[in-house]
């Protein structure tokens, strides 16, 4: 199968079938076969002619032969199952020199160092939002990501305050990226078929962030969302000798609760707490 294919005659059915894997639930293994599926998650990232793309957990290959058909520079994908490894690197070939296989944890990988304009990934739902939290460390090298997450996960991405699903994950995010949802996508459109409907989210990461310590705002939301049902007040005097003053010149009641205070007001002060 490694010789004189053509991209457009491969699909991640065909290669399930050619290089068949028992499916790994340590590495969080569903595997999207259904094509129309794959095209329309590779849309939402637009032209990607030219650009330089990295994939977390190809598998057999649903959204990789979709991107590798978008006229791309480079596509790095990281896979941590040394069978899927084997197959893209003994497939690499047929593609121009355009894929390089990273045999490796993703959660240890340097993406920054590869330099990619987009990360497009269908996610191990184990480590989503573990890899999310990386990639935002730095999203600034970055243009764009276009990711898939259990519905769950997602939902919170984009969470509006004083509701269940806002947390930390929201705020982090919405702080250093435009978070956009996409579309669901239903579990029979995948093998095997998870338990949770799946949701698709592009987020473009903001060039203008006003934290630059990242640690320490994040270590600030970590404990200011560490007792959702108590005052924040507490949580904040970790960081502020009067967190009163704070919460009251942001508009709070010294009453508040974390999951009041908007993304923009956390990040307020988080400037205030590193500047």
């Not at 005097?237 to 003053?245: L, M």
Request: hydrophobic share 40%.
């Amino acid at each position: 199968m490694t010789e004189h294919i053509n991209l457009l005659d491969l699909s991640p059915k065909k290669i399930f079938d050619a290089f068949p894997s028992k499916i790994e639930k340590k590495f969080g293994q569903n595997f999207l076969f259904d094509e129309k599926i794959n095209r329309r998650i590779i849309s939402v990232a637009g032209d990607l002619a030219g650009k330089t793309v990295a994939e977390v957990g190809p598998g057999p290959g649903g959204l990789t032969l979709e991107i590798l058909k978008r006229g791309v520079k480079k596509l790095f994908v990281v896979e941590f199952d040394p069978h899927w490894s084997a197959v893209w690197r003994s497939l690499s070939s047929t593609f121009d020199g355009k894929l390089e296989v990273i045999e490796e944890d993703a959660l240890k990988v340097d993406f920054k160092a590869l330099a990619p304009n987009a990360i497009i990934s269908n996610l191990p739902y184990n480590i989503s939002a573990q890899l999310l939290v990386k990639w935002l460390r730095n999203s600034d090298a970055y243009e764009q990501f276009v990711l898939m997450f259990q519905k769950e996960v997602a939902d919170r991405l984009y969470a509006s305050p004083s509701t269940k699903a806002y947390g930390r994950l929201s705020v982090l995010t919405q702080c250093n990226a435009t978070v956009a949802k996409a579309f669901d996508v239903e579990p029979g459109s995948f093998f095997p078929p998870p338990k949770v409907r799946s949701t698709v989210v592009k987020l473009i990461p903001k060039t203008d962030r006003a934290i630059c310590d990242f640690n320490a705002f994040s270590d600030l939301l970590t404990a200011a969302f560490a007792n959702r049902r108590k005052t924040v007040v507490k949580s904040l005097s970790k960081f502020f000798q009067d967190p009163e003053r704070i919460l009251s010149d942001l508009g709070y009641s010294p009453n508040a609760r974390a999951e009041e205070i908007s993304a923009e007001d956390y990040e307020r002060m988080g400037v205030l707490a590193t500047s």
